[in-house]
């Protein structure tokens, strides 16, 4: 047990530094609702806040990749 919240919160605090504020956002909302995930699921609440964080992550940046990608598209279309 303690070694599973050693590695969680070595997780959290290198996310902590290496998140910026852009991708804040998406971490903070997938901790929390990981964190409670994970407390309900067998008082794992460090664990899955974690896991919520990178997924949050990610979700961010998929949807502003997305959202770039259609504003290229529309200027592109412009010009010709």
């Given at each position: 047990m ?37 407390h ?37 279309q412009?010009?010709?």
């Amino acid at each position: 047990m303690k070694t599973t919240l050693f590695v969680a919160s070595a997780v959290a605090a290198l996310m902590m530094v290496t998140t910026s504020a852009a991708s804040a956002k998406g971490c903070i909302k997938g901790a929390i609702v990981g964190g409670v995930a994970g407390h309900y699921a067998g008082h794992h609440g460090m664990l899955g806040a974690a896991a919520g964080c990178l997924y949050g992550r990610h979700h961010a940046k998929e949807q502003t990749r997305q959202q770039e990608q259609q504003q290229n598209q529309g200027n592109a279309q412009g010009r010709i």
